[in-house]
């Protein structure tokens, strides 16, 4: 299984802007696609957005398309998700994580980072 630790989470006012990052390590990162997803208090973990093994196809769940986008870089072993027009509805943990073939599904990933806290005041 793969590390991954996600960082660049935060406390930002209602149309900001945050990067996620997550770095990973322990298996060859470009083997897997990755996705990100996200958990608020009382809430069901749902899917954020994916992004193939080279970064050529990506997917996201409605209501952040048009404002998210997930990006990888190989090299660095390193998946993203920009964070624009950032509303309150958008605080949650957010979670990166691997799985060996596309998927919106969480028990398709088999690795999980420890997540990152994001806040979006109003």
């Known amino acids: 299984q793969a590390q991954l630790v996600e960082s660049g989470g935060g406390l930002v006012q209602a149309g900001g802007s945050l990067r996620l990052s997550c770095a990973t390590s322990?298996?060859?990162?470009?083997?897997?696609?990755m996705g990100w997803f996200r958990q608020a208090p009382g809430k069901d973990r749902e899917f954020v957005a994916g992004?193939?093994?080279?970064?050529?196809?990506?997917y996201y769940a409605n209501s952040v398309k048009g404002r998210f986008t997930i990006s990888r870089d190989n090299a660095k072993n390193t998946v993203y998700l920009q964070m624009n027009s950032l509303e309150p509805e958008d605080t949650a943990v957010y979670y990166c994580?691997?799985?060996?073939?596309?998927?919106?599904?969480?028990?398709?990933?088999?690795?999980w980072g420890q997540g990152t806290q994001v806040t979006v005041s109003s």
């Open positions: 994580a691997a799985a060996a073939s596309p998927s919106m599904r969480a028990n398709s990933y088999d690795s």
């Open positions: 322990g298996r060859t990162f470009s083997s897997y696609t």
């Open positions: 992004i193939s093994r080279s970064g050529g196809n990506t």
